[in-house]
């Protein structure tokens, strides 16, 4: 499964590699797209491992959950409202005889 992935830097999706590692061995970082991970690399920079964990977490989520999913709306149920008459007296004079 591979996971989509959103640079935090800039923004671009990118779909790192199965196993989050790269052709060159390097690992895949869950922030930044490969540019900005060499870039930060450069600089010295390491991703903070919750924010990483965050978003490792977030894709797997999303590829779990397809974003096509529909939400079933709720049924409208609602007590009908009967309006009742007068009752009607029962009985009455029996004409019996
Ligand atoms: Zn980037």
Do not use: K
Request: hydrophobic share 35%; with cysteine; net charge positive.
């Amino acid at each position: 499964m591979r996971l989509l992935f959103q640079c935090t830097e800039c923004g671009v999706h990118y779909l790192p590699p199965e196993g989050l590692a790269y052709a060159d061995g390097s690992p895949a970082s869950p922030l930044w797209c490969t540019e900005h991970q060499a870039a930060m690399r450069e600089l010295g920079l390491t991703e903070p491992p919750a924010a990483a964990a965050l978003a490792l977490l977030g894709a797997r989520q999303r590829a779990a959950a397809p974003p096509t999913e529909e939400r079933p709306g709720r049924p409208d149920i609602r007590p009908t409202r009967t309006r009742r008459g007068a009752t009607a007296p029962g009985g009455g004079r029996s004409r019996l005889h």
